[in-house]
């Protein structure tokens, strides 16, 4: 069904809410990495993608702010993310973005399976009438 506009101005102020939750939370866990690595320990490779992950995300949020600060420009985000899509941090995206990005993934790595698997038995074939 339809959803009002009050409804709908209630899920976007929760959406956020729960992005700028989210963020915090991996601001918090990533502190404690950096300390972790300041103190000579090893990071795990997740642990890594992860500090990465959260940094990317703090350096996106800073654009994203002016939306929320000035005046009347969050009427103007959705254009900007139409433009710019990786602009809001990844706390902020919702569940069929992410499942669109990956599904794109998938298809891409279908693709070069493909492609190199066509490859590979073009090069069988070249080798197969050398030595015939």
């Given at each position: ?44 490779r997740r642990e890594r993608r992860r500090l990465l992950r959260t940094c990317a995300d703090l350096f996106r949020l800073v654009p ?48 070069l399976a493909k492609f190199l698997r066509e490859t590979i038995a073009e090069m069988a074939k070249r080798n197969k009438a050398d030595?015939?």
């Amino acid at each position: 069904g339809k959803k009002s506009l009050r409804q709908k101005f209630v899920d976007e102020l929760k959406h956020y809410s729960r992005g700028f939750h989210l963020l915090w939370t991996d601001t918090k866990v990533a502190a404690r990495m950096v300390w972790r690595l300041l103190h000579g320990q090893v990071l795990t490779r997740r642990e890594r993608r992860r500090l990465l992950r959260t940094c990317a995300d703090l350096f996106r949020l800073v654009p994203f702010l002016v939306f929320v600060i000035v005046p009347f420009m969050e009427f103007l985000l959705p254009v900007f993310l139409k433009l710019f899509p990786q602009m809001l941090p990844s706390t902020f995206e919702t569940e069929s973005k992410r499942e669109e990005k990956l599904r794109k993934k998938l298809n891409a790595k279908l693709e070069l399976a493909k492609f190199l698997r066509e490859t590979i038995a073009e090069m069988a074939k070249r080798n197969k009438a050398d030595s015939g």
